[in-house]
C-alpha cells in the first residue's frame, strides 16, 4: 500500500513497527499532493521543508527512545485555514487576511504537536466558513476528489478532498451548522463534530462563538476516535470547556455493536421534500442494516425542527456580525489603498476585503442585532433554540442515537446552487443538532449510480461522544458486510 492512503492508526502502528520512517510518510503525502492537489485543489499551502524537518526530528526522537509521550510522533495532519498554526498562514480563505502569518498556536494544534502529529498543510474552507461547498473561497477552487465537476461540500471541503482524496492521512475541520459533517458526506469520509465545549476554540477564528467546534475528518471511525482523544479536555483559555476527564474514546469502541441500540428515527427528517431519490434509497438502506445488525428502531419527534433553518441564520450571522468586526484594516490584514480617512479606511477595506457571502451575512447579523429588532429577532430566535434543545433531550430519554440523512444531496456541480437560499438547505439535516450543541457524525454509507458517495448522520446526546463513536462504528463494520 502507498503510504499516503493510511489511516492515523495504520500509520501509527507503521511507524512504530519501524516498517517504514515518518520521512518516508510524510515525502509520501508531499508526493501525492505534486501528484493531485494541482487536479483537487485541496491545499493552500504546504510547508514541506518544515514537515519534513519535523518528520526527522521524530525519527531521531523514536530512535533514542523520546516517543512514549507522543503515540503520534512523526504524522502529518492538514489544517483547516482558520485555525492558528504557529509560523504558518491564517487566511481563512478571505483576501482581507491574504498574507497573514500567526504569531502562535491554537490549543487543538498545541495538542496535537504534544501528541506527535506534524502540522504540514493548510486546507482551503469557504471564507470565514461561511458556506457549503467551498465556492465561497476567495484563495482558490477545490473540487471533489470522486467527481472534480463537483463540490466538495463546505465550509471544510479543503480538509474533506484532502482526506478523500488520500492527500493527507488525517485533517481538522471546524462545525458551526454542519460544516464538517455535510463535506464528509460528499467525499466519502468520516466526519465528528464534538459537543459544544468538547474541544477549546482558543486559536480558532471565530465565525459564531455558540456553535463553533473543531473536529476530526479521517479515513475511519477508529481514526476520529484517536484523533478526538488528543483534542478534546478543558482549556483554560476557553471558559466553555468543562473540566469532566475526557474518556479513552478509541477503548471506547472495543466490543462496538448495533445489537440492543435504541436508534432513533425522527418523523420530521425523513421525508423531507427536495431529498434526492438516491439519499433516501442510501439512507433507507443504512437503516435496514442498522437494524439487521441488532438496532431496535424506534420512532421519535423533533417538532420545532421546522424552525431550525430560521434560527440558525439569525443567530450565527449575529455573532459573525460582532466577530468580524475586527477586522477593520487597523492592526492586521488587508488595508485599503484607497482610504483618504478613518471611515473610508474601514469601509473601503471591508469591501475590499470581503467576499459576498460574508457581506451578506455581516449584513444580516448587524440587522438582526440592532435597536428595534433585537427582541423580535434574536431574542425570540435564542427562545426557540432552547425548544430545539429541549426536543433533542426529549429524544435522547427515549434512543440511544438518532440515524438521519446528512445532507440532501449528493455533492452538485459548480455553480449549481447560485441561489443563497438553496444553498443553506444543504444544512438541513445538521443545524437542528449544532444549535442544540450535542454531538454528531458523518459516516459513508454507500455511492449513488453516478459513484458519489453519501453519507448518513448520527446524533447522540452533549458529551455523549463515546456512545456516537461506537453507535458510528458499528454502522461501519455493517455497512462493509
Known amino acids: 500500500m502507498e503510504l499516503y492512503k493510511l489511516g492515523i492508526r495504520q500509520a501509527q502502528k507503521g511507524l512504530a513497527d519501524g516498517d517504514f520512517t515518518s520521512v518516508e510518510l510524510v515525502q509520501s503525502v508531499i508526493d501525492r499532493v505534486h501528484e493531485r492537489d494541482g487536479e483537487i485543489g485541496a491545499y493552500l499551502t504546504f510547508d514541506e521543508t518544515g514537515a519534513l524537518a519535523a518528520a526527522k526530528a521524530a525519527d531521531d526522537a523514536r530512535r533514542t527512545g523520546g516517543a512514549a509521550d507522543a503515540p503520534f510522533l512523526g504524522i502529518p495532519i492538514a489544517i483547516k485555514d482558520l485555525i492558528n498554526v504557529k509560523g504558518q498562514p491564517c487566511t481563512c480563505a478571505s483576501k482581507i487576511l491574504e498574507g497573514y502569518v500567526s504569531p502562535y498556536d491554537a490549543t487543538v494544534v498545541t495538542n496535537l504537536r504534544k501528541a506527535g502529529f506534524i502540522p504540514a498543510g493548510r486546507v482551503n474552507m469557504d471564507e470565514f466558513a461561511m458556506g457549503s461547498s467551498t465556492e465561497n473561497s476567495a484563495l482558490g477552487v477545490t473540487r471533489n476528489p470522486h467527481d472534480t465537476t463537483r463540490v466538495p461540500g463546505g465550509s471544510s471541503g479543503g480538509s ?9 492521512i488525517a485533517a481538522l475541520g471546524t462545525d458551526t451548522g454542519g460544516s464538517i459533517r455535510q463535506p464528509a458526506s460528499f467525499c466519502g469520509c468520516v466526519g465528528v463534530k464534538p459537543s459544544y465545549g468538547r474541544v477549546s476554540r482558543y486559536g ?8 463553533d467546534q473543531v473536529g476530526p475528518m479521517t479515513k475511519t471511525v477508529d481514526d476520529s ?8 479536555g478543558h482549556d483554560e483559555m476557553d471558559g466553555t470547556t468543562p473540566r469532566d476527564p475526557v474518556p479513552d474514546y478509541a477503548a471506547a469502541l472495543d466490543g ?3 445489537k440492543g441500540v435504541r436508534l432513533g428515527l425522527a418523523k420530521e427528517y425523513m421525508n423531507v421534500s427536495g431529498m434526492d431519490p438516491e439519499v433516501k434509497r442510501i439512507t433507507d438502506e443504512a437503516i435496514a442494516k442498522c437494524e439487521a445488525a441488532g438496532a431496535e428502531l424506534v420512532e421519535v419527534s423533533l417538532p420545532h425542527t421546522e424552525y431550525a433553518m430560521a434560527v440558525y441564520y439569525i443567530i450565527a450571522p449575529a455573532e459573525a456580525s460582532a466577530n468580524l468586526a475586527r477586522f477593520d484594516g487597523v492592526r492586521y490584514g488587508h488595508r485599503s489603498a484607497a482610504a483618504k480617512d478613518v471611515f473610508s479606511l474601514y469601509t473601503k477595506s471591508r469591501a475590499e476585503g470581503f467576499g459576498p457571502e460574508v457581506k451578506r451575512r455581516i449584513i444580516m447579523g448587524t440587522y438582526v442585532l440592532s435597536s428595534g429588532y433585537y ?3 434574536y431574542g425570540r430566535a435564542q427562545r426557540v433554540r432552547t425548544l430545539i434543545k429541549r426536543d433533542f433531550d426529549r429524544a435522547f430519554a427515549k434512543v440511544d442515537a438518532l440515524i438521519t440523512p446528512c445532507a440532501p444531496t449528493p455533492a452538485f456541480k459548480f455553480g449549481a446552487n447560485q441561489d443563497p437560499l438553496t444553498m443553506y438547505l444543504n444544512d438541513l439535516y445538521t443545524i437542528p443538532s449544532a444549535l442544540a450543541g450535542v454531538c454528531a457524525s458523518s459516516v459513508p454509507a454507500g455511492l449513488t449510480k453516478d459513484g458519489l458517495p453519501v453519507g448518513v448522520q448520527f446524533i447522540c446526546g452533549g458529551f455523549e461522544e463515546s456512545k456516537l463513536l461506537c453507535v458510528s462504528k458499528a454502522f461501519e463494520m455493517a455497512a462493509a458486510t
Open 204 to 211: 480558532v477564528t471565530a465565525f459564531a462563538s455558540s456553535l
Open 160 to 168: 474533506a478532498a484532502a482526506v478523500g482524496g488520500d492527500l493527507c
Open 225 to 232: 476516535a484517536l484523533l478526538l482523544g488528543v483534542l478534546a
Open 256 to 258: 462496538a455493536s448495533m
Open 375 to 377: 427582541d423580535a429577532y
